[in-house]
């Protein structure tokens, strides 16, 4: 699995550092302090354990003491001696072998030794088998290595773990934050809105790239006024000399109708084609938005374009939630789809409401039973400009879906077109629903 969030890379870098860290540590405890530490204490154990291994008199003259005494003097340590074959051996048999303490034992003692560790009711206990002693088994309890001696140990350890992780998080959080601001103004500034500049705060090169940022979606932001400009100067510098065309064309004599009528209708067409570039052009304003419910728009929609030479069949769903976005903007996009299938519909559209299982999202579908569209031309009918095969018509500018899909998308929205199995087209628009909004 591979993880492509900075957060979550950089969080798993950090907590393989740190586990990394730990082991280290450990490693460097276990060989530079602990290790040592065994053998040392292997070779105090090994002399007191030649107390009963020898009864000879000690090597140093200043020290005299006979077997028993040295007995004595083990038993105090708590050192004894039992019987393979006794009941306490059995403890013998369920401890853990030390293989570093069995060779160093063995080459202290000159015999070949086995050295077993388990944890009894009071202390940890080592076990010795000494060929020395082929009968017998030592057992040595160490009174001062308590298990709650490694008690503190882990638990400051986990404690310490969970508090660089959480440091760590907190740091990475606070230094994505701005990335993550710039993502929402990103996609914001990608449908089409202008968010308001980003706070330069944060990391130097996150500071140079939301400097970066701002600037450009000041300059898109220049572009879209300056675009806007040259659109509505156009359109009124053009429509100007066509309202007098078609002024001049309508106080033509009686004789020349057969022309004027001609004239009248490339103008009305050119009026057109503005309007539709003034519509692809015009920006959404996100503040105006209100719940909306689409079996009202769709219904209002039926009843305005279906008559009685086109039957439109209407299916809502009864409990629908409201969505949110612009009421005529939303109207004008799903009306396009309706006009589009009663044109090639061969007189049969039906419109139909729904959600979907999640409950999430509300769709208006609109289908017909014309003759559908080439599956290769699909996905290039919401591109601008482009218009479908002779089968669904080739007038006007190619802009009618496109400015469906952008209205669309500036609601939040999606909507696809396909071929109907039983002929025809089938177009379906989905919103996601407003929160908390039910009729």
Request: charged share 20%; proline share 5%.
């Amino acid at each position: 699995m591979r993880f492509r969030s900075s957060f979550t890379q950089s969080i798993l870098l950090f907590f393989t550092l740190l586990v990394a860290s730990q082991v280290f540590s450990y490693y460097a405890v276990y060989n530079y302090a602990l290790v040592p530490s065994l053998q040392q204490f292997n070779k105090i154990l090994a002399h007191e354990l030649n107390f009963i291994l020898e009864d000879q008199e000690a090597v140093d003259e200043k020290l005299e003491m006979d077997a028993p005494l040295r007995r004595r003097v083990l038993e105090q340590l708590g050192v004894t001696i039992h019987a393979k074959d006794s009941a306490m051996a059995n403890e013998f048999h369920h401890a853990m072998s030390i293989d570093l303490m069995s060779e160093e034992m063995s080459d202290e003692l000159n015999s070949p030794t086995e050295v077993r560790l388990i944890l009894g009711s009071e202390s940890y206990i080592l076990w010795m088998q000494i060929d020395a002693l082929p009968n017998s088994l030592i057992r040595i309890p160490l009174s001062e290595l308590q298990e709650e001696d490694f008690a503190p140990l882990f638990r400051n350890s986990l404690i310490m773990a969970i508090l660089v992780v959480m440091g760590g998080w907190l740091f990475i959080r606070l230094q994505n934050r701005p990335l993550m601001a710039l993502e929402h103004a990103a996609k914001l500034v990608g449908k089409g809105e202008i968010p308001p500049p980003l706070p330069e705060k944060g990391a130097s090169e996150i500071r140079s790239v939301t400097r970066a940022f701002n600037q450009m979606a000041k300059g898109i932001q220049e572009l879209e006024e300056d675009r806007t400009l040259l659109m509505a100067g156009i359109s009124h510098d053009i429509r100007t000399p066509l309202t007098r065309i078609r002024l001049a064309t309508e106080m033509m004599s009686p004789e020349d109708s057969y022309l004027a009528e001609g004239i009248i209708s490339d103008t009305e067409e050119c009026n057109e084609i503005i309007g539709q570039f003034m519509d692809y052009l015009k920006p959404v304003n996100t503040q105006s938005f209100e719940a909306l419910s689409l079996n009202d728009i769709s219904s209002d929609i039926v009843s305005s374009e279906g008559g009685y030479e086109i039957q439109i069949d209407f299916e809502p769903m009864e409990a629908i939630k409201d969505i949110s976005g612009s009421p005529i903007a939303i109207k004008r996009a799903i009306t396009n789809l309706v006009v589009n299938s009663i044109r090639y519909g061969n007189g049969w559209v039906k419109v139909s409401t729904g959600m979907t299982a999640d409950k999430k999202l509300a769709w208006v579908c609109i289908e017909d039973n014309g003759p559908g569209i080439e599956p290769d031309q699909i996905g290039r009918l919401f591109e601008p400009f482009t218009r479908g095969d002779t089968a669904r018509g080739s007038e006007g500018t190619g802009l009618g879906l496109a400015i469906v899909k952008r209205i669309i998308g500036q609601h939040y929205g999606t909507v696809s077109i396909s071929n109907r199995s039983q002929g025809g087209l089938m177009a379906q628009v989905s919103f996601p629903v407003a929160k908390n909004g039910l009729r």
